[in-house]
């Protein structure tokens, strides 16, 4: 029998050795990489321990699978198996269309305050990509999950709400809207803020990371965007005085290397960094944002290694995490055995390094890198490389085995 996994006082995960794993397979082709994906877990856990680990998997719905046999898109007792069981693991999932869901995936993030999309975007050697030199891509976004348009507010154009709205702005605040608008409010607090930024500061010092930027719109989006940049920067100099440095205080020092056990912060407008991303990426390391801004830059960066196939995330907050294929659900290739399960396999990763077993998320990663040298891929890949072996879903999953 499983154990569950618990917090300290601390805030640290107390794991034991067969912890309770609830897993979402996901819609789509969310069960084809579900069961690849499981099968190198297993696998790679027997290898580094030797039965001494293991994981106790239980399945929790969400998604079509879910309103098939609970008859709800997002049932309770899943946000609650994993709120008691504190990590999760899942698929990819379709939001349903007139159903009154904005995401189901927003939704599990929000009820479990994982505010926190952590998405590290690193080149696997042999992968194809458009860069000429895609090895200096090496970076972690967080992206802040749980405030701006996500949790944003909307009112139809020419609604009885809307023109209330417009009618308040116009008379009580002095603004000018256009009559026909479309009317959204995003939240951006302090609070959401400081506690990104403070993980990302975290994350860049634990893993000896040399510099956190914040990435935003503040030169338009002043009192959102803008305070963004300006919490991130009090947050830094509150809590991480002596281990942080700014860039604007090197360039006033005329430092021209890094402080030894120092962490640079720095801070770009968003639309600049799209360029700094592709032209200069070897200058960062990890990227905290908005929502919005981070939904769109980690999506950019996969594309630069490989593509959403092989982007790995996962949501944290601080009292559970969950960690999820980055893709759709792509359910025209439903029950084919042919998606790449590399998003879920390195995502799977991600989640031993989080519970503290870091060999098995190690041994994973080079399994997978070595299963690409080997021009071994499914076809998102293959069609790209000279020369390519494809191979299936499932078959992809016993190579990356073999090479365990």
């Not at 999309?117 to 000429?132: A, E, M, N």
């Not at 803008?226 to 100099?237: C, M, N, S, T």
């Not at 990426?281 to 990227?287: A, G, I, Q």
Request: hydrophobic share 40%.
């Amino acid at each position: 029998m499983g154990e569950t996994i618990e917090i300290r006082e601390d805030g640290s995960f107390y794991v034991p050795d067969c912890p309770v794993i609830p897993f979402i397979e996901g819609d789509g082709v969310g069960p084809d990489i579900w069961r690849a994906s499981r099968r190198v877990f297993d696998a790679a856990v027997e290898k580094c321990y030797g039965g001494g680990r293991r994981i106790d998997w239980v399945e929790v719905y969400a998604g079509e699978k879910a309103f098939r046999i609970m008859g709800d898109w997002a049932p309770e007792e899943t946000i609650e198996t994993i709120r008691k069981y504190k990590v999760g693991i899942k698929g990819p999932l379709t939001t349903p269309v007139g159903e009154g869901i904005r995401s189901i995936n927003v939704l599990l993030r929000q009820r479990l305050d994982l505010y926190a999309c952590i998405r590290p975007v690193k080149y696997i050697p042999g992968t194809p990509s458009p860069l000429k030199h895609p090895e200096k891509v090496d970076m972690v976004v967080f992206r802040e999950n749980t405030e701006d348009v996500y949790a944003g507010l909307e009112w139809q154009a020419e609604t009885p709400e809307a023109l209330r709205i417009r009618e308040f702005l116009e008379k009580e605040m002095g603004k000018r809207i256009r009559e026909d608008s479309g009317i959204g409010i995003k939240p951006i607090s302090r609070f959401g803020t400081k506690r990104l930024v403070r993980k990302a500061i975290q994350y860049a010092l634990e893993h000896g990371r040399k510099s956190v930027t914040l990435v935003h719109k503040g030169n338009i989006m002043k009192f959102t965007e803008g305070a963004f940049q300006k919490w991130g920067y009090e947050l830094a100099r509150e809590e991480f005085r002596d281990r942080v440095i700014t860039e604007n205080e090197l360039l006033e020092q005329k430092k021209k290397g890094l402080p030894e056990g120092k962490v640079i912060l720095k801070d770009r407008i968003a639309d600049a960094m799209f360029q700094q991303i592709l032209l200069r990426p070897e200058e960062y390391d990890v990227l905290a944002m908005p929502n919005l801004n981070g939904d769109y830059m980690s999506d950019a960066l996969a594309a630069q290694v490989g593509g959403l196939g092989m982007a790995p995330g996962a949501n944290i907050g601080d009292q559970a995490a969950v960690f999820e294929a980055t893709h759709g659900s792509a359910p025209r290739y439903a029950n084919q055995d042919v998606i790449n399960p590399g998003s879920l396999i390195l995502s799977g990763a991600m989640m031993f390094e989080f519970l503290g077993w870091k060999e098995v998320g190690e041994r994973i990663k080079n399994a997978v890198a070595k299963t690409i040298s080997q021009k071994i891929v499914t076809y998102d890949l293959a069609r790209q490389m000279r020369g390519a072996k494809k191979v299936r879903c499932s078959e992809f999953a016993s190579a990356i085995i073999g090479n365990l």
